[in-house]
């Protein structure tokens, strides 16, 4: 507890630094009022409440959820661990293609974020001038309305022989799609396409801002530095602008990436049972066939492989201070 | 009111900020701490606002002993680098702040009063960010006068100005000082600032203070290498004492190291204890004494070199042209970069670089220092 | 010859040789890219706006029948929804009130004090917001089961204060840490006491960064359904639960009814908001 030293002046410099004016080291503000004993337990009393939150709503059910996911026994006569670890294997067995398309279903609606995303973004960043907090109060818009509302005007927007699938259709774009096995005949709806295209519509606002503000950021004379030093528009897009909004791109694609890895929604809305996705399993053995341990330990490996990609995928990033 | 500063001494850690320091500011003056960038002189504010406590020592607030006490019971008000002005209230209410917070319930005549003063009467009810930075500075500076300190601290309050701003400031910070007559503290790294407006100047140099007068006194006599750089510039010439009394009991006489020439000062004006026959000094005179005289006509009428002078030649290196005077680089055997400041009013067109010259001034304008001494110490610290 | 300029990307400057399709539309690709992409974000609200006026032929509303104006002058028409509708509005305000408070004090600790665990508290205020809803959701709600808490209310409460914490410390955490130091020691300095100090400079200035972690956390858990989903009883139907439930049985207009309300309401809210600001600012 006597580690505890009050600190008002790390991090960041404070908002209005010295324009000109210089900062004295010596200005650096350590506090060392009186009362310090009492002092010294102040951040873990301000702590506690949301601490204890956490550790008993949040961290304690994840090692219930462990011990559950080891268990046998039915509803009738009750689980007992029994460290079944073939709930892991059958879960794995059963629901593997489940997995496969989560990950796979996830991956593609991230990647069409960022393809999406990324221009809007940038549009609203560089070029929109006066209409940029227009065109982000209409990126959060949708919010406003029920996610899941949203998501059924899909069904409408997509419905068999409606305008979209028409015009998909005469272009042969179906044909395309039903080839690379996205789409079957003549129909959108109930077809892996139709919940990629769910999923990238749900979480693109948030691949869109988090990317908006490290555009934001970039100084612009940096850009003009680039074309001063006789980069073209594409190369200080790829060797400028790019680089600098990497953090974006980071944790745009995480907080897409994780949420659609997880997600059962839109493949039950949008999809038919042949496009259902880990959480799907999740919740039918949870809250419809009450076998608990098969769903603990799908979460289970759900939870463990996210967690692996998301380390890996933020190694490889180079960027560990997103939050 | 007089603040009295006794054995005062502050440490972060393993950093000593502030070395102990006996220090008196007289009441009603106008008193500036001076230094680089981490010499302590901030820390030193701030325990005087009673935003750092110190380490050791105490600080007397006339006869009343404050330093135990928090910053918001101690009759001492600051002016924060960069003002911290409140960005979530307007002018009226900034300056209205301590006024408040003691309980003063009526607010506005007196707000009037200094908003008059720091002439911002139309930027009422103005947030600090629609404020030009001078405009911010005067808030900052009324926020802090509204509550009658007894003592008012400045901590680089022109830091954040440019040039001409600055200026105006420095005269205006003064007029209004003078008007309202209580004692300022004014933290600064700009000499010129310092000399402009402070009746008197601690220089302060890694956690010390290094000297303390007036501003003529600390540019006339230097006591150490670091106020003779940090303020002005200085030309140091090592040289050794010859046996004192050779020139009379004021006068030193000295032996250039390197060079065949021998200097004269006033034995006051130097700063070494107990010279004596071979001590090594630092022998300064600033660059506006010395004059200049090409070599041809050195011993010539009228423009010759007065017999009293102290002389030293060279050969000029560099000469540039600043407009109220040149500037002339000289080497000299002395093995030292004379720099001389010329008036520019009539300029002997000789004076070209490659010319051989002889540097001249007179021996009471000449002064020594402590040989033992870095002669660079605070020649970059700006 | 005019001097040479390396191809900017700055659009509209017809200075600089003869405009021919092709340039403009390289020029302005990323623009039309950009509104391709508001486009698809905004669709689904204007067709639920639209279809909020349709009188649908049987219990779904997704084929466009005939123009009609009833759900909108009878919106409660329909069994429970209402009552959904204000069960989430509760929730969200009691989750909103409680992960604010605390959140707010835990970010202050994070933000302004360095003690032994801070890494580790850092760590697990993350983790909530890097995990999958389902994950959390089947956790605490095996949590529930094996302690046999009665799934209801207070178990929803409970699971929507947990995720909108994080929320609330990130938001409030940034605000604190960028906040200048010297503003409450100017404070101090002027004869604000502690408790002064606090409420008359530093409440005010972070409170943006509480306000942004207050509306997130309204969102986040009025529009919650996956973990509201595992912790709720049978007789606590949120509206997100009506939905889903009623996407299974036939979506009344209704719905579309209060998707529209809110969405433009919200709109003429923030719009309404945006230019009284502006206004403020340019007299």
Redesign the interface.
Known sequence: MTAVAPLSSSGPA?S???????????????????GRARRGLTPYWLLLPAGLWLAVFFVAPLFYQASTSVQSGSLEEGFRVTWQFSNYTDALGTYGTHFVRSFGYAAVATALCLLIGYPLAYMIAVRAGRWRNLLLVLVIAPFFTSFLIRTLAWKTILSDGGPVVSVLSSLHILDVTSWLGLTGGERVLATPLAVVCGLTYNFLPFMILPLYSSLERIDTSLLEAARDLYAKPATTFRKVTFPLSLPGVVAGTLLTFIPASGDYINAQLLGSPNEQMVGNAIQKQFLNVLDYPTAAAMSFILMALILIMVSVYMRKAGTEELV | MTITLSGIAKT?GDFT?VHPLDLTVPEGSFFALLGA???????TL?MI?????PTSGSILLGEDDIT?L????RP???V?????????LDVTENIA??LR??GVKSVSKQVAEMLDLVQLGDMARRKPRQLS?GQQQRVALA??LI?RPQVLLL??PL????LKLRRQMQLELKRIQTEVGITFVHVT?DQEEAMTMADSVAVMYGGRVEQLGPPAELYENPRSTFVANFLGTSNLIEAEVLSPGTAGPEQLRVQVVGADATLRLPAARCAVDGVGAGTKVLVGVRPEKISLAHTDDADSVPRGVPEDHNRLTGRITDASYLGVSWQYVVESPAGTQLTVYEQNVSRDSRLTPGAHVVLHWQPAHTFALDAAQDAAAGEEAV | MSTTVHASARSGSGARGPASPVRWLRRNAVVLVGCAALAYLLVPNLVVLLFSFNKPAGRFNYAWRTFSTDAWTDPCGVADMCGSLGLSLQIAVLATLIATAFGTFAAFALARYRFRGKSTTNALIFLPMAMPEVVMGASLGTLFLNTRVQFGFVTILIAHVMFCLSFVVVAVKARVMSM?P??E?????????PF??FW??TL??A?PGIAAGAMLSFALSFDDFIITQFNAGPSTVTFPMFVWGAAQRGVPVQVNVIGSAMFVLALAIVLGGQLAANRRKKS
Request: proline share 8%; with cysteine; aromatic share 6%.
């Open positions: 404070p209005g630094a010295a324009p000109g004016g210089e900062q004295d080291p010596d200005a650096a503000v350590t506090d060392s009022g009186g | 972060f900020a960038s981490g010499c302590g002189k901030t820390t701030r606002a009673g935003l750092e406590e135990r928090p910053p918001h019971k001492v008000n600051t924060f680098q960069n003002y911290a002005l409140f960005p979530h702040f301590g917070r003691r930075g926020r802090a509550n901590d680089e830091g954040a100005l440019d790294h | 200048d010297r503003l020691e100017a404070a101090r300095d002027l004869y604000a006491g002064q100090t008359r400079v005010p200035l409170a």
